[in-house]
């Protein structure tokens, strides 16, 4: 494909000069503010931004959020002066969604940028109406030639890192959005819903770190309007808001939308929490979650849908997204010799094998949201994620994950890619059968990175049992390190269209592009 400048072209800065220009400057909370009251006068408007997600060949879905009750009226056009448009009437936005809606667009061209513009209208007087919000995509190729290239990352305000005004909040998405991709994939732990974000942390060397706070993040959420007030508290920041104006998302969960390691039927034995039945926080993440991203599987008025998913971006990419949080089985020390659950449970399995087989895909990505030979820990006997540390034959969760690789290999399926994020530092791991205790497989790459905006950790142990051998791993040496104090740290996928060529690039804030490596098509083992 042809490579793609830093920065927008010409049709894009008009976009980023005009049109986006007011979505970036309309008015939010000052620092240490509440989110906005809802004035019963005047127009609405759309304070937070828009957001596309789930982009396909010929569809999107378009988020937006009143400050009050509002229709949602949406136009699309090929330019940006509109001169020629489609209007698609969306829904009511209304405080069972926390004023929050989405609009499905159908019927787009494929390979192109669609410009679009948000309107909210008074319910009861249409001619009402706020300042339209600005945003822009492209849809994904019909041509294999066309190629494609996105971003993946995770862990965003995480470790009491939230929006510091002295650094100019979260700018690692601006260097994100100079990129130009065709979309972002979000790894999980989009937000900290366990995480405090207090007015200042003094770091090590003496300097104070200041965070935007607000009423939701100065607890642990455990409500529905503090879980709200979570998702809110990013879209404070106007770099993320310029971001989702431009970049549409590909967006899964993992543990933090909810709390720090859950899993279904967990009773907290945690003081900071009056509600200990995880079922209960984990039911009014969802919900949140739901009215605060636009996942194509997810009703935010039914209140139904699952997050795991198949994104189709043209003949070269399949995106699997899958959900490692809501099947999964009690963490424990995974040495069970059976285990039908494991960490997607069975059904989700049998689905992942299916859209696997069905996939004509050049490249199939399946973006985890927990890495597979890393040993993450819960606790001083339990562990979090697949991994648990012995190198022998497949155990606990571990059986599940070698069904799933088993399957890929007897049935044949190329181009599989694992992307992940969680452990807060970024590395390449390459699985090979011939260093593996279970070796019916055939080798892959997985490619970790992040966090967005969250402290980074040391490097976690590798576990034997698939063969994973770290090609390349860039983790600090103690806990906790401050997004002041190191890069922030992203990946980037590029698919040639000539050649069918997947390049990962493992980048760190600045522009540092850390490790690449090259695969190639329909190979298998490189």
């Known amino acids: 494909m042809p490579n793609r ?44 931004g828009v957001q596309v997600g789930d982009v396909t060949a010929s569809s999107a879905l378009v988020w937006v959020r009143s400050d009050r009750p509002a229709r949602m009226i949406v136009e699309t056009s090929a330019t940006e002066s509109f001169r020629r448009s489609r209007t698609w009437h969306g829904p009511l936005l209304g405080a069972g969604t926390d004023f929050t809606g989405t609009t499905p667009l159908y019927g787009l061209p494929a390979g192109e940028q669609v410009h679009y513009r948000v309107t909210l209208a008074d319910p009861a007087d249409p001619r ?8 822009t995509f492209r849809t994904a190729p019909a041509r294999r030639r066309d190629g494609v290239r996105f971003l993946w990352s995770g862990d965003i305000a995480g470790q009491g890192w939230g929006i510091n005004p002295d650094i100019g909040g979260y700018t690692v998405y601006e260097e994100m959005r100079r990129l130009d991709p065709d979309f972002f994939l979000c790894s999980g732990d989009n937000i900290y819903a366990d995480g405090v974000i207090e007015p200042s942390v003094t770091l090590p060397d003496g300097r104070v770190w200041r965070n935007v706070t607000t009423e939701e993040k100065s607890k642990v959420a455990e409500t529905l309007a503090e879980y709200r007030g979570n998702f809110r508290y990013n879209l404070l920041d106007a770099n993320l808001r310029r971001f989702n104006a431009q970049v549409p998302s590909i967006v899964q969960w993992d543990d933090h939308e909810v709390r720090n390691n859950w899993y279904p039927g967990q009773i907290l034995d945690d003081s900071r929490y009056t509600e200990k039945n995880i079922d209960v926080l984990a039911a009014r993440s969802t919900r949140a979650f739901r009215e605060y991203f636009p996942v194509s599987t997810l009703r935010a008025a039914s209140g ?36 039908a659950t494991g960490i997607l449970g069975a059904e989700q399995l049998r689905w992942l094998e299916q859209e696997l087989s069905r996939s004509r895909a050049v490249w199939k990505v399946i973006a985890a949201d927990m890495p597979l030979g890393l040993v993450v820990t819960d606790g001083a006997t339990d562990f979090e994620a697949v991994a648990q540390g012995d190198p022998g034959q497949p155990l606990g969760r571990e059986l599940q994950i070698a069904e799933l690789l088993r399957y890929i290999k007897h049935r044949r ?14 590395s390449a791991q390459h699985y090979v059968p011939e260093r593996a205790a279970f070796k019916d497989f055939a080798p892959f790459w997985e490619f970790v990175s992040g966090p967005l905006a969250a ?5 976690n142990a590798l576990d034997a049992t698939f063969g ?27 698919i040639d269209g ?29």
């Open 5 to 48: 400048p830093l920065v927008p072209s010409l049709d894009r800065r008009g976009v980023l000069r005009g049109s986006l220009a007011v979505s970036a400057a309309l008015s939010l909370p000052a620092v240490g503010a509440a989110a906005p009251a809802f004035a019963l006068s005047g127009r609405p408007r759309a304070a937070w």
């Open 128 to 135: 009402r109406t706020g300042a339209p919000v600005h945003g």
């Open 304 to 339: 139904e849908g699952r997050m795991h998913r198949v994104v189709r971006h043209g003949p070269l990419l399949d995106v699997f997204v899958l959900d490692m949080r809501s099947f999964r089985n009690a963490n424990s020390p995974g040495r069970q010799p059976d285990d």
């Open 413 to 426: 399926i190329t181009g599989t890619v694992w992307l992940t994020a969680d452990v807060h530092y970024t």
């Open 455 to 459: 402290g980074q950790f040391p490097a």
């Open 468 to 494: 994973p051998d770290r090609v390349f791993v860039r983790a600090p040496e103690r806990a906790n390190v401050s997004p002041m104090e190191s890069p922030q740290l992203f990946g980037e996928v590029d």
């Open 498 to 526: 000539d050649s069918g060529e997947l390049t990962v690039r493992l980048r760190a804030q600045g522009g540092s592009v850390l490790f690449s490596k090259v695969l190639r098509p329909g190979l298998v083992g490189q």
